[in-house]
């Protein structure tokens, strides 16, 4: 008699091991995954800061008169802009820092003043000069109050000129008999001067010119009385200081 036995089993199959040379390591992009894909365009230039047109201030300059400039600059692409001012005097540099204001102290009448202006931005930079400005001729002034006199004859009337020029006296429709020194400044009355008995008033000018003809002037006015030979004093000058 046969009998029949089954025999139940479960094959694995396992896959024949591998040669070290069969394994790899896992590659890694290490390329940086915000770094801009190159298109091909080349990037925009750094565009150079402006300078507008600078303009030294007051327009008219005179050795008693501290100047300074305007400056405006702009940068294209809103970068920092970092500005160096250089100053020349008669094409000659001085005073290169930032300070805008030039004292008077540094220039005198004649003088030609340039501001050159040095913008950059870290990468561009840029120069711009002004106009020449050439200083002016000053006036003289009075160095005295020029209320009324307290006399004639030997008062002498006192000038000075901010740019050292040498002063002349002079009297405009004076009194007959009165004078002034045109070096000195000191006046001189002579009562028996023909007309000067006569009396009368009289609206004179005190002035003080320098070399280029620039004047100041003292008016006032003098009466004289009639028929006396003493000494006359003027009254109260058409304006007061």
Avoid: H
Wanted: with cysteine; glycine share 8%; proline share 10%.
């Amino acid at each position: 008699m046969w009998s029949w036995a089954f025999i139940l089993g479960c094959s694995n199959t396992v896959a024949p091991p591998t040669s070290p040379s069969d394994f790899s390591p896992t590659q890694v992009d290490t390329q940086d995954e915000f770094e801009p894909v190159d298109t091909g365009e080349e990037a925009a230039p750094n565009g150079q800061p402006k300078i507008r047109p600078l303009r030294i201030v007051p327009e008219d300059v005179y050795t008693s008169t501290d100047v300074t400039v305007k400056i405006n600059v702009t940068d294209p692409d809103g970068d920092a802009v970092q500005t160096a001012i250089q100053w020349y005097i008669n094409g000659v540099k001085k005073l290169r820092n930032r300070n805008r204001r030039l004292d008077s102290s540094n220039f005198r009448k004649g003088d030609e003043l340039i501001i050159e202006v040095i913008a950059s931005d870290g990468t561009n930079e840029v120069i711009r000069k002004s106009p020449p400005t050439t200083v002016l001729n000053s006036p003289p002034n009075f160095s005295m109050r020029t209320g009324s006199l307290p006399k004639l004859d030997g008062f002498v009337i006192k000038a000075e000129d901010p740019d050292g020029d040498i002063l002349t006296f002079k009297l405009d429709n004076p009194p007959p008999g009165l004078s002034i020194d045109s070096k000195k400044g000191e006046l001189a009355y002579q009562p028996d001067a023909a007309g000067a008995e006569e009396g009368g008033t009289f609206e004179t000018k005190i002035i003080a010119e320098d070399d280029e003809g620039l004047q100041v002037i003292w008016p006032l006015t003098v009466t004289l009385t009639p028929g006396k030979k003493a000494e006359r004093r003027p009254v109260t000058p058409e304006d007061e200081p």
